[in-house]
């Protein structure tokens, strides 16, 4: 373990108020939130235990000690799974050249003619896409294809975006629970290293601490051809591989959306030009 476990636990505190616990309020703190000692006393250990693995120098703390904690800070299911893999990391960077999308995938994606769908892979590369995918966010005409690059050091992101801070901030929470599974990965740390020297926004979120799953949610688009565009989108892990993703947007039947992006299938190429983003 190293900081990163301090600091998550840390912001987790922060947000407890002592009045929400049962605990007096009053008197100046010097840092918001709960102090270490009354996690310690309301979570059954050690005030000595709980700064030893805040520190990282607790190897074998048990389900019981970590689920107390987790209960005091009031940490929802995924926060929970990200403090299991802080303090026991179980998975090792992968060493191979790199990741790979099965031809059976790509087979899948392409016969997916009506919605636009991809692939997520480690670190939110876009490991495939089909057409449709291609011609909302402009995939092809990315050098290095990054949900995370994107969002960030694209120049017109804030755009294609129209909510932009939640998809920043949902971005940013993804990336930080992948930093949780592969703490030793030497290409998750360069990415990270990058976004926080070229983005502001970037910086700021990370230091949230903040972790949220893949699961599913709203994404609006605004196209410079189709226009505004509404989607929900949906996840499902890869069978063989949870590192991978399928991502599929849907529209609302008989919505402006789903006139707009049938209207958008329908041009072919060269008629249609993929959105340099």
Same mark, same amino acid.
């Given at each position: ?21 049962? *605990? ?12 270490? %000692?009354?996690?310690?006393? *309301?979570?059954? !250990? ?11 120098? +607790?190897?074998? !703390?048990?389900?019981? !000690? ?53 692939? *997520? ?7 495939? $896409? ?8 402009? &995939? #092809?005409? *990315? ?8 969002? &960030? ?10 909510? $932009? ?19 030793? @990965? ?9 976004? +926080?020297?070229? #983005? %502001? ?26 226009? @505004?565009? %509404? ?9 063989? @591989?949870? @590192? ?22 329908? $041009?072919?190429? =060269? %008629?249609?030009?993929? =959105?340099?983003?």
């Amino acid at each position: 373990m190293d900081q990163s476990i301090g600091e998550f636990l840390r912001s987790r505190r922060a947000r407890i108020q002592p009045r929400e616990v049962g *605990l007096p309020g009053h008197g100046r703190r010097r840092v918001p939130g709960l102090r270490r %000692e009354e996690l310690a006393q *309301l979570a059954g !250990v050690s005030v000595d235990y709980y700064v030893r693995l805040e520190q990282g120098r +607790s190897q074998n !703390v048990s389900d019981a !000690v970590l689920d107390s904690i987790a209960r005091v800070l009031r940490l929802d299911e995924t926060e929970r799974v990200h403090l299991r893999n802080l303090v026991r990391p179980a998975k090792k960077a992968r060493r191979s050249g790199g990741q790979h999308v099965r031809p059976g995938v790509q087979r899948m994606l392409d016969m997916m003619t009506d919605l636009p769908a991809f692939v *997520l892979g480690r670190r939110m590369d876009i490991l495939a $896409w089909n057409a449709l995918a291609d011609a909302v966010i402009g &995939f #092809s005409a *990315l050098e290095r294809p990054n949900a995370a690059r994107h969002t &960030f050091l694209h120049p017109e992101a804030r755009e294609l975006y129209l909510e $932009w801070d939640a998809v920043a901030a949902e971005t940013v929470a993804y990336l930080r629970l992948d930093a949780g599974r592969y703490p030793d @990965d030497p290409q998750l740390c360069a990415l990270v290293g990058e976004l +926080s020297m070229r #983005s %502001e926004p970037f910086r700021r979120l990370w230091a949230r601490q903040d972790v949220k799953d893949k699961t599913h949610g709203r994404k609006l688009v605004r196209h410079p051809f189709a226009g @505004d565009l %509404e989607f929900r989108y949906e996840t499902f892990a890869s069978p063989g @591989d949870s @590192d991978q993703l399928l991502v599929a947007y849907t529209v609302a039947a008989g919505s402006a959306s789903e006139e707009r992006l049938r209207l958008l299938a329908s $041009w072919q190429a =060269p %008629e249609i030009a993929v =959105p340099a983003r």
